[in-house]
């Protein structure tokens, strides 16, 4: 195990109708608010109203920016940026999924930032300041209510990129399993693939002597495994909504990857292939992570009979090391299949004729990944055998 730093300040507020503290919760902040969310579905499952009730207990000023898309674009953020500086919000405060957190974490840091924000994810410029920000979580997945995290897409020129600094953790995050009842099939299934492949970037790992850091990402997986099928045969089953609210926020709020080298290759592949093709990230990491994982295993061989056996419960009698390993990746590709994730690109329209252009931007600042480093060659190799 490696030495480490754990940071995490987000006040998680967890359960039925603790959306009844948002307005206690925002006051310490201030006043002047942007209220950030997607398409509408907050007004229509009533959510907006109650957050807007909530804004007015402590006399509130509040100014929208609603149409977040699915992959936030930097022409919306800028939007938002514009709102802060003119109306001088005080406080950013993100109600939806985590493409609506993302694009909340951008606005907040670019609001106090001179230049333009996609300096923040071509390393340009480093994050000195961010406006407060809180979130009320409608979808299990990003796990953003509870990191630093954020991924933004220049549409003009399709790129997609991410930011990330302590200074845009959320001060608080409401996670109520209610709010996520209502979250359509296909959103609920990107949204476990999107979970499950947060805890693979961190559990496929060369670094060594770390059971409770294996344990820990053992446990998110199996979590999310049971709950996910039963949440997507009924969709008000609060107990299967809670389990994987929680889990999507433990994959990735610092506390699985501690003392251990990561890997996120997977993830720099796939936001590539949204940067061009807008499709959804759950659905990208769906299709693309088993063929890094059969592209990868060797390096590590032991580490995926270890997924095998302890998070698919493949029988190792008789089976050589290669053949468990491969019956783990075919049993992680099953689930997906099951659940209706797709398993290939070309299920969803994309064909071979950008794969030169999205294996160069994957590797632009150099070969990603740790397990394996992947130059050109690996990524075009994954994306083509992804096809």
Same mark, same amino acid.
């Given at each position: 195990?490696? #030495?480490?730093?754990?940071?995490?300040?987000?006040?998680?507020?967890?359960?039925?109708?603790?959306?009844?503290?948002?307005?206690?919760?925002?006051?310490?902040?201030?006043?002047?608010?942007?209220?950030?969310?997607?398409?509408?579905?907050?007004?229509?499952?009533?959510?907006?109203?109650?957050?807007? +009730?909530?804004?007015?207990?402590?006399?509130?000023?509040?100014?929208?920016?609603?149409?977040?898309?699915?992959?936030?674009?930097?022409?919306?953020?800028?939007?938002?940026?514009?709102?802060?500086?003119?109306?001088?919000?005080?406080?950013?405060?993100? %109600?939806?999924?985590?493409?609506?957190?993302?694009?909340?974490?951008?606005? +907040?840091?670019?609001?106090?930032?001179?230049?333009? %924000?996609?300096?923040?994810?071509?390393?340009?410029?480093?994050?000195?300041?961010?406006?407060?920000?809180?979130? %009320?979580?409608?979808?299990?997945?990003?796990?953003?209510?509870?990191?630093?995290?954020? %991924?933004?897409?220049?549409?003009?020129?399709?790129?997609?990129?991410?930011?990330?600094?302590?200074?845009?953790?959320?001060?608080?995050?409401?996670?109520?399993?209610?709010?996520?009842?209502?979250?359509p099939q296909d959103q609920t299934v990107n949204g476990i693939v999107d979970i499950m492949s947060h805890v693979f970037e961190q559990y496929f790992t060369h670094t060594q002597d770390i059971p409770l850091q294996?344990?820990?990402?053992?446990?998110?997986?199996?979590?999310?495994?049971?709950?996910?099928?039963?949440?997507?045969?009924?969709?008000?089953?609060?107990?299967?909504?809670?389990?994987?609210?929680? #889990?999507?926020?433990?994959?990735?709020?610092?506390?699985?990857?501690?003392?251990?080298?990561?890997?996120?290759?997977?993830?720099?592949?796939?936001?590539?292939?949204?940067?061009?093709?807008?499709? +959804?990230?759950?659905?990208?990491?769906?299709?693309i992570f088993p063929n890094w994982m059969k592209h990868v295993y060797k390096e590590g061989v032991e580490r995926f009979v270890q997924f095998a056996t302890r998070v698919w419960g493949i029988d190792p009698t008789g089976k050589t090391d290669d053949e468990i390993a491969l019956a783990g990746i075919e049993a992680t590709?099953?689930?997906?299949?099951?659940?209706?994730?797709? +398993?290939?690109?070309?299920?969803?329209?994309?064909?071979?004729?950008?794969?030169?252009?999205?294996?160069?931007?994957?590797?632009?600042?150099?070969?990603?990944?740790?397990?394996?480093?992947?130059?050109?060659?690996?990524?075009? #190799?994954?994306?083509?055998?992804?096809?």
């Amino acid at each position: 195990m490696n #030495a480490f730093e754990l940071y995490n300040p987000t006040k998680l507020v967890f359960g039925a109708g603790k959306v009844q503290q948002l307005g206690q919760l925002v006051k310490p902040y201030g006043t002047r608010i942007l209220l950030v969310y997607g398409g509408g579905s907050i007004k229509r499952s009533g959510l907006y109203d109650e957050v807007m +009730a909530q804004l007015q207990t402590i006399g509130a000023t509040v100014h929208e920016l609603s149409g977040i898309e699915p992959n936030p674009r930097l022409s919306t953020v800028n939007k938002g940026i514009a709102i802060c500086r003119e109306a001088k919000i005080e406080f950013v405060l993100a %109600v939806g999924g985590g493409s609506v957190l993302d694009a909340a974490k951008a606005i +907040a840091a670019g609001a106090l930032y001179e230049g333009d %924000v996609w300096d923040f994810t071509v390393q340009k410029a480093v994050i000195q300041a961010a406006l407060p920000i809180g979130t %009320v979580l409608t979808l299990a997945a990003t796990g953003s209510e509870m990191n630093g995290n954020a %991924v933004i897409s220049d549409w003009d020129n399709k790129l997609k990129r991410g930011l990330g600094s302590k200074l845009v953790y959320p001060k608080f995050s409401i996670l109520d399993p209610k709010l996520t009842f209502t979250v359509p099939q296909d959103q609920t299934v990107n949204g476990i693939v999107d979970i499950m492949s947060h805890v693979f970037e961190q559990y496929f790992t060369h670094t060594q002597d770390i059971p409770l850091q294996s344990r820990f990402a053992e446990s998110v997986l199996l979590t999310v495994i049971d709950n996910g099928e039963k949440a997507l045969a009924n969709g008000s089953d609060y107990e299967a909504r809670a389990n994987l609210l929680l #889990a999507g926020t433990y994959a990735l709020n610092g506390t699985l990857p501690i003392g251990i080298v990561s890997d996120w290759a997977t993830h720099g592949i796939e936001h590539e292939v949204s940067a061009i093709y807008d499709i +959804a990230h759950g659905a990208g990491l769906a299709i693309i992570f088993p063929n890094w994982m059969k592209h990868v295993y060797k390096e590590g061989v032991e580490r995926f009979v270890q997924f095998a056996t302890r998070v698919w419960g493949i029988d190792p009698t008789g089976k050589t090391d290669d053949e468990i390993a491969l019956a783990g990746i075919e049993a992680t590709r099953a689930y997906f299949t099951r659940i209706g994730a797709p +398993a290939t690109l070309g299920e969803l329209g994309i064909g071979g004729d950008q794969l030169d252009r999205m294996a160069e931007e994957a590797v632009r600042f150099g070969p990603i990944g740790s397990f394996k480093k992947l130059n050109k060659d690996d990524v075009k #190799a994954i994306l083509q055998s992804s096809l």
